[in-house]
């Protein structure tokens, strides 16, 4: 069976420092990737998506970035946080792009940015 | 292409009812439902791919009218473990990106 993690679950950063934030998948291969953040109540919104090693796609221009070193390895990164990267952030996957797209989420990182 | 959600919450007694409908301007290849406890990870509940099919899931089903572009997530007999807010989401096609809804906050009490 597949599964995904994250780590670190929670992450307290001060205003202009790194981040790096790791997902991994296991029992799949070449899976589609995701990034998503969730602001406090509100719903997903869609940072990254990956269909295969370092095949980046990004849907909201910010101060992130993402990686994909490996086929079952997705990174978020950010060079600088802002008070407004703090969030809830969800990596997905789903099984590759013929596929019904269904998308399993992984655990997720609560980033407070202070 | 963002899917619209109704209601935006719902309340609801042990044992009562419940429809989240989620509609489209865009024409539909699949809809997507997860329901998302607080402090979570969204949980996949079930896909509908076009078709007009109904499907279930426990208590819970759905159905997907293609034509109005629209699905309703039904659920009956509402438990307990049924709140939390629930996200449609909606593809255009086999290669489409999937679109989440804003969310259904569901309450249930006892």
């Known amino acids: 069976s597949q599964t995904i993690h994250q780590w670190p679950a929670t992450l307290v950063q001060p205003v202009g420092s790194p981040l790096s934030l790791e997902c991994t998948v296991e029992?799949?291969?070449?899976?589609?990737l995701y990034w998503y953040r969730q602001a406090a109540g509100r719903g997903l919104q869609l940072l990254f998506y990956s269909v295969g090693i370092g095949q980046i796609s990004s849907e909201v221009p910010q101060n992130l970035s993402a990686s994909r070193p490996q086929d079952r390895q997705f990174i978020l990164s950010s060079k600088k946080l802002l008070l407004s990267d703090s969030g809830f952030y969800l990596c997905?996957?789903?099984?590759?792009?013929f596929g019904a797209g269904e998308q399993y989420f992984g655990p997720g990182t609560r980033l407070t940015v202070t | 292409q963002q899917p619209v959600q109704s209601p935006q919450a719902v309340i609801l007694r042990e044992g009562e009812d419940a429809v989240i409908n989620c509609s489209s301007s865009k024409a539909l290849y699949s809809v997507h439902w997860y329901r998302q406890k607080h402090g979570e990870a969204p949980v996949f509940l079930m896909i509908l791919l076009k078709g007009g099919e109904q499907k279930g899931h426990e208590k819970i089903s759905a159905s997907f009218n293609e034509k109005k572009q629209q699905s309703s997530l039904y659920l009956t007999a509402s438990q307990l473990s049924y709140s939390g807010t629930y996200f449609c989401g909606s593809r255009g096609s086999t290669l489409g990106r999937l679109y989440f809804g804003r969310g259904t906050q569901l309450t249930v009490w006892p």
């Open positions: 029992g799949t291969s070449n899976p589609n």
């Open positions: 997905a996957w789903s099984r590759p792009v």
